[in-house]
C-alpha cells in the first residue's frame, strides 16, 4: 500500500505534516517525530515580531542612541543564526524534509533572511502571515495586497517551493487563494488557527483562550478544502485545524487535500500517536481496496460529487428547522 503524496513538489513518505509549534523547534524532536512516522515538518515560525521585540528590549537597556542600529542588526542576525542552525542541524540529522516557517506581518526589508532559509538546506518555505485588521481608515482589500507583496517579494529571493498559510477570515477564500498562486504560492494552508484572548470573570483578568483544537473543528477546513481543491487548479493544499485522528486524515483527503498537518494532537499524546492515525489510514484504505491515496483523493470535493451545494449549505435555519 503507498501513501505516498507529493506536496510543493517534494515527494512526502506519507502525507502527515507536523506543524510549525514548539512540536518541531529541536533537532531531538524532530527526530522522534520522524523516527514516529511522519511524512514532513514545518519548523516552529521565526517570528518578525520575535526579531524586533527581542532588539527592542535590549535597546532599552542601552542608554546611547550609536547603539540603536548595532543592536538591531545583531539581535536580528542573533535570532537568524539560531534558527538557520535549526535548520542544517535538522538537515543534518533526519531524512523526511523539513520546510522552514517564517511568521511575517510585514514586507519589509528583513524578508532578505529567506535567502539564508534557503542556503541552510530548507526544503520549502511556509509563510505563517496574519496581519489583524484592526484599522477603521483601511479597506479590507489593503490588508489582502500586504500578503501579495510578501509572496512578490519572496519568490524574488528564493527558488524553494512557497506555501502560506492562512486564517479562515477572509471574504472570498478561493479567489484570495487563486491570487497567491497568481504571485507564486505553490500551495496553501488551510487554515492557522491563532491565539485568542479570554476573560476570567472573577478575576476580571485576561486569560488565553483555548490553546488546543478539537477535533470538531475540522468542520472549518473540510468545507474549503472541498472547494478551493476543486475550482484552483495547480496549487496544493494542506489541510490543517482540528485534525485529530486517522479519519480525519481520510476526509481531508477525500475532500481533495494534498496533505495534512497536525498539532494540538500530537501535544496531548505524544509523537507516537502519528502511528495510530496513520494505521488508522491504512486500515480503512484497506477496508475500502485502495492502494494509493491518489485513488481518492479528492473523490468528495466540489467538482466530484452530484449535489456540490452540500459544501455551500451554511444556514442552520433552512435545513435544520425542525431542530428546536
Ligand atoms: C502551542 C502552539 C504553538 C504554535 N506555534 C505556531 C508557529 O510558530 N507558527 C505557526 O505557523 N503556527 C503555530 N501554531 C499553530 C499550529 O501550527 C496549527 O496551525 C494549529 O494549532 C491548528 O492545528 P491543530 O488543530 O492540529 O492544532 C501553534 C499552535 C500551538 C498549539
New binding site residues.
Given amino acids: 500500500m503507498k501513501l505516498t503524496t507529493n506536496y510543493l513538489g517534494i515527494e512526502l513518505k506519507n502525507p502527515l505534516i507536523i506543524?510549525?509549534?514548539?512540536?518541531t523547534?529541536t533537532v531531538k524532536k524532530i527526530k522522534k517525530l520522524e523516527n514516529a512516522g511522519a511524512g514532513a515538518v514545518?519548523l516552529?515560525?521565526l517570528?518578525e515580531e520575535q526579531i524586533n521585540r527581542d532588539a527592542i528590549s535590549m535597546l532599552k537597556e542601552a542608554n546611547y542612541p550609536e547603539a540603536e542600529d548595532y543592536i538591531l542588526n545583531y539581535t536580528r542576525n542573533n535570532t537568524v543564526e539560531k534558527y538557520l542552525k535549526l535548520i542544517e542541524e535538522t538537515k543534518d540529522s533526519v531524512d523526511i524534509p523539513i520546510m522552514a516557517?517564517i511568521?511575517c506581518i510585514s514586507s519589509k526589508e528583513w524578508i532578505s533572511f529567506a535567502k539564508n532559509i534557503q542556503d541552510a538546506g530548507a526544503d520549502a518555505l511556509?509563510l505563517?502571515v496574519f496581519i489583524l485588521p484592526d484599522n477603521i481608515h483601511e479597506n479590507g482589500y489593503l490588508y489582502e495586497q500586504l500578503y501579495d507583496d510578501i509572496l512578490v517579494n519572496m519568490t524574488q529571493k528564493v527558488t524553494i517551493p512557497i506555501s502560506v498559510?492562512i486564517g479562515q477570515n477572509f471574504t472570498n477564500i478561493p479567489a484570495f487563494v487563486k491570487n497567491l498562486k497568481g504571485r507564486g504560492a505553490r500551495g496553501v494552508?488551510l487554515?492557522?488557527?491563532?491565539?485568542a484572548p479570554d476573560i476570567d470573570v472573577d478575576t476580571m483578568t485576561f486569560t488565553s483562550g483555548e490553546?488546543?483544537?478539537?477535533p470538531s473543528?475540522?468542520r472549518y477546513s473540510l468545507r474549503w478544502v472541498g472547494i478551493v481543491s476543486s475550482l484552483i487548479k495547480n496549487i496544493d493544499i494542506c489541510a490543517?485545524?482540528?485534525?485529530?485522528n486517522g479519519i480525519s486524515v481520510v476526509k481531508q483527503l477525500l475532500a481533495g487535500a494534498t496533505a495534512v498537518?497536525?498539532?494540538?494532537?500530537?501535544?496531548q499524546n505524544g509523537p507516537e500517536y502519528i502511528r495510530t492515525m496513520l494505521s488508522d489510514l491504512e486500515e480503512w484504505m484497506k477496508k475500502y481496496n485502495f492502494d494509493s491515496i491518489d485513488e481518492f483523493r479528492g473523490r468528495m470535493s466540489y467538482k466530484n460529487i452530484p449535489d456540490p451545494t452540500i459544501f455551500e449549505r451554511a444556514q442552520f435555519m433552512k435545513y435544520f428547522s425542525s431542530i428546536q
Fill in positions: 506543524s510549525s509549534s514548539g512540536l523547534n514545518v516552529k515560525s517570528f516557517s511568521n511556509e505563517n498559510k494552508v487554515f492557522n488557527r491563532f491565539y490553546v488546543f483544537s478539537n473543528d475540522l490543517s485545524t482540528g485534525v485529530h498537518q497536525v498539532c494540538s494532537v500530537l501535544y
